[in-house]
């Protein structure tokens, strides 16, 4: 089956769709994949002020390649909770 809506028809309602999932959701877990490495060393400083402005610039200098995002909805207060060590 064909489907003869444009991609911009298409991207408005996923659009839809996933704000509408994220009005249930309980938590909205957001990922970004950014161009370059950054030096590591300054991600791990102690004093989360600098930790903060350190990310922050880093981020300020880099490209958004890749966008992630998961929602998650409590059905149920008592959930069977399960740990996996790999």
Do not use: H
Request: avoid cysteine.
């Amino acid at each position: 089956m064909k489907d003869d809506r444009s991609s911009k028809e298409k991207g408005s309602i996923d659009q839809i769709k996933a704000i509408e999932l994220n009005k249930s959701a309980n938590v909205i877990a957001i990922d970004l994949e950014l161009t370059g490495l950054g030096f590591s060393q300054d991600f791990r400083d102690k004093d989360i002020n600098r930790r903060y402005s350190n990310l922050r610039t880093t981020a300020s200098t880099r490209s958004i390649i890749s966008l992630g995002v998961a929602t998650y909805k409590f059905l149920d207060r008592n959930l069977d909770k399960r740990v996996f060590e790999i």
